[in-house]
């Protein structure tokens, strides 16, 4: 079936743009995860959705970040008045539920690039 | 910060098994550890988890210590392909989330 699929797989934005990224889970999904990986960095939690609400954004780096999800569906993550720090790959994860038996299936990721 | 330690870097000699250890010391009782593994910045690829009992698919083996404090996964047959970077993630039990470590970098050699 299908796996999960992130949109666009690449990027470039000029320092100060927002950014929308977009995120399409594994149908029946419940839960919903982004993360980042900075160059030469290991991956970051970002935050956490069960259906449409996010009980964990403890990830977020500032308030120019945000995501929601809509229809316990599709997630969209923006970033305002994007910074050259923000430039990483950003991936989502989808899984059935939330809980430690659940496994977490990876999309290919959007490489963010802030000039 | 991650729940667990590997070795930075190993090598394996191609038809080899490889044996890629972990230690997870403060792990409780009721979570899991999950293994990924990454090849070239794509997005990570799961390839087994366990809680006490050691387990078995088509990609690899997991065998978890009586304690749960340390735990191997085992690759039967390395192939070239199997060269990546291999994450070792005792997973939160609340919310799921992954806390990736810095991983093994595995390098499979002919």
């Known amino acids: 079936g299908a796996g999960v699929s992130q949109s666009p797989s690449n990027k470039v934005t000029e320092k100060g743009k927002d950014v929308e990224l977009r995120c399409d889970p594994i149908?029946?999904?419940?839960?919903l995860y982004w993360y980042r990986q900075s160059l030469g960095q290991g991956l970051e939690f970002l935050i956490y959705?069960?259906?449409?609400?996010?009980?964990?954004k403890s990830g977020l780096p500032s308030d120019r970040f945000s995501a929601e999800r809509t229809g316990g569906s599709v997630s969209t993550l923006t970033i305002q008045r994007t910074q050259q720090e923000d430039s990483a790959v950003y991936l989502c994860?989808?899984?059935?539920?939330?809980?430690?038996?659940?496994?977490?299936?990876f999309g290919p990721g959007t490489r963010l690039t802030v000039l | 910060d991650a729940k667990t330690t590997q070795p930075t870097s190993m090598d394996c000699a191609e038809g080899r098994a490889a044996n890629l250890p972990c230690n997870h010391s403060?792990?409780?009782?009721?979570?899991?550890v999950y293994w990924y593994r990454q090849i070239h910045s794509q997005g990570p690829q799961y390839i087994i988890h366990?809680?006490?009992n050691n387990e078995t698919n088509e990609m690899a083996s997991l065998i978890i210590t009586e304690d749960r404090k340390s735990s191997t996964l085992i690759l039967p047959h390395a192939t070239l392909r199997d060269t990546a970077v291999y994450y070792c993630?005792?997973?939160?039990?609340?919310?799921?989330?992954?806390?990736f470590g810095q991983g093994t970098t595995l390098q499979v050699k002919p």
């Open positions: 366990g809680l006490k």
């Open positions: 403060t792990i409780s009782g009721n979570e899991y």
């Open positions: 149908s029946g999904h419940t839960a």
């Open positions: 959705f069960q259906g449409n609400s996010a009980p964990d």
């Open positions: 994860a989808s899984s059935l539920a939330s809980g430690p038996d659940n496994t977490q299936y």
């Open positions: 993630i005792v997973k939160e039990s609340n919310t799921g989330k992954l806390i």
